[in-house]
Nanobody, 124 residues
Framework: QVQLVESGGGLAQAGGSLRLSCADS????????MGWFRQAPGKEREFVAA????????YYGESVKGRFTISRDNARNTVYLQMNSLKPEDTAIYYC?????????????????WGQGTQVTVSS
């Protein structure tokens, strides 16, 4: 069973940084590829980043490429999202998700397990 809990959200100024964490309380974390998605009010859920089982394969959404970094620590059952050079348009609820098969890393519908989300607000 996968249970994901995000943390690290909050308020940041434009140009600042935040680091999100997503911890899995289960015992099978390394069996899942992980993704970060975000959803702003009135908008569809957007792909942010994804990382494979060992961290060797990584994908980023175009809007965050070069600013955000995804990583994972399988010993700690945790995936991270380092967000630098934040912009007001990064304001959203950020969700982590787990997918065992990872056939479509950018597709939210393929992920089986989701955290509750953490709010990120970037002020101008």
């Amino acid at each position: 069973q996968v249970q994901l809990v995000e943390s690290g959200g909050g308020l940041a100024q434009a140009g600042g940084s935040l680091r999100l964490s997503c911890a899995d309380s289960g015992r099978t974390f390394s069996s899942y590829a992980m993704g970060w998605f975000r959803q702003a009010p009135g908008k569809e859920r957007e792909f942010v980043a994804a990382i494979g089982w060992t961290g060797g394969t990584i994908y980023y959404g175009e809007s965050v490429k070069g600013r955000f970094t995804i990583s994972r620590d399988n010993a700690r059952n945790t995936v991270y999202l380092q967000m630098n050079s934040l912009k007001p348009e990064d304001t959203a609820i950020y969700y982590c998700a787990a997918d065992q098969n990872w056939r479509a890393p950018r597709s939210s519908s393929r992920y089986n397990y989701w955290g509750q989300g953490t709010q990120v607000t970037v002020s101008s």
